[in-house]
Every structure is written in structure tokens, then in C-alpha cells.
Nanobody, 116 residues
């Protein structure tokens, strides 16, 4: 079965950096686009970044452009989210997602808190 396991969330000061990881299993990771979403308290879940399968093309939410970088290692079945220049408004639970055969799969999420 499809499994997505996120890690790397932490408490960090404004201006700091974190790298999130998502380990995937149960499907052919290399052929599917992967995405990171986040959900802050009281807000809807929003797409943060997406990376395609073969070309590795990326796109980002306007709020994170220039600060976050999504990447993937198909040999390790892992997708990453490098987050720099973190702001308090980046505080949220971050989820890894894969869309497979018309269905979205989600990990359990990892908490990122940006606070001084």
C-alpha cells in the first residue's frame, strides 16, 4: 500500500532553515509528481511546492518562492523541502502528497513552528 512518511519538522527561529523529508513506498515513486502542502491552524490546506517525475520541473506558491526548494531522489524514493528564511507565517503542519490514478495520498504530517 502507498505510504508517505514525513520527517524533519521542528521549532525554529525566524530567519532559520529546515529540511523536510518524505519517504515514499508502495508505488513506483519515479513516475509520479510529488507535492508538499501545509495547513496552519484555522486555515485550509494549501499547496506549497510540486515537482514533476521525469523532468524535475518545479512550481511554488507565491508565498514561498525564493525561500523554499523542492527536490527528489528517485533512488531513495524520497522528496525533500528545503526551507530557508523561515517566517512565523510558515508555521503549519506540512504534508507530503502523491496523486496516483486520480486519488490523493497523504502522509501523517510534520509540524513546523517558527517562533522566537
Amino acid at each position: 500500500q502507498v505510504q508517505l512518511v514525513e520527517s524533519g519538522g521542528d521549532v525554529v527561529q525566524p530567519g532559520g532553515s529546515l529540511r523536510l523529508s518524505c519517504a515514499a513506498s508502495g508505488f513506483t515513486f519515479s513516475v509520479y509528481a510529488m507535492s508538499w502542502y501545509r495547513q496552519a491552524p484555522g486555515k485550509e490546506r494549501e499547496m506549497v511546492a510540486r515537482i514533476t517525475s521525469t523532468t524535475g520541473n518545479t512550481n511554488y506558491a507565491d508565498s514561498v518562492k525564493g525561500r523554499f526548494t523542492i527536490s527528489r531522489d528517485n533512488a531513495k524514493n524520497t522528496v525533500y523541502l528545503q526551507m530557508n528564511s523561515l517566517k512565523p507565517e510558515d508555521t503549519a503542519v506540512y504534508y507530503c502528497s502523491a496523486s496516483i490514478a486520480g486519488r490523493y495520498y497523504w502522509g501523517q504530517g510534520t509540524q513546523v513552528t517558527v517562533s522566537s
